[in-house]
Nanobody, 116 residues
Framework: QVQLVESGGTLVQPGGSLRLSCAASGFTFSSYALSWHRQAPGKERELVARISNTAGTTTYVGSVKGRFTISRDNAKNTVYLQMNSLKPEDTAVYYC?????????WGQGTQVTVSS
């Protein structure tokens, strides 16, 4: 059974930091590219960051470049999103996804709220 379970979302003040984790099981984790997406209320889901299966390539949406870092630990079947200098506009439900060819698995999401 394929599972992606996000954790680490919470309420944080502007300027603060959070690390999201996504633990995977049920598939060959090291073969999949991994990504983090987010969806704010009333908005479409957007890609935030992506990391290749070998961790050799990372990409970020412009609004998070220099503030967020995606990483993966294939030994632990886990992908992370380190988020620094958080802004209120980063408030959203954050989802992780695993992609291999036309196959995509999604997690259930974790809420991140940036507010004073």
């Amino acid at each position: 059974q394929v599972q992606l379970v996000e954790s680490g979302g919470t309420l944080v003040q502007p300027g603060g930091s959070l690390r999201l984790s996504c633990a995977a099981s049920g598939f060959t984790f090291s073969s999949y590219a991994l990504s983090w997406h987010r969806q704010a209320p009333g908005k479409e889901r957007e890609l935030v960051a992506r990391i290749s299966n070998t961790a050799g390539t990372t990409t970020y949406v412009g609004s998070v470049k220099g503030r967020f870092t995606i990483s993966r630990d294939n030994a632990k079947n886990t992908v992370y999103l380190q988020m620094n200098s958080l802004k209120p506009e980063d408030t959203a439900v954050y989802y992780c996804a695993a992609v291999w060819g036309i196959v995509t698995y999604w997690g259930q999401g974790t809420q991140v709220t940036v507010s004073s």
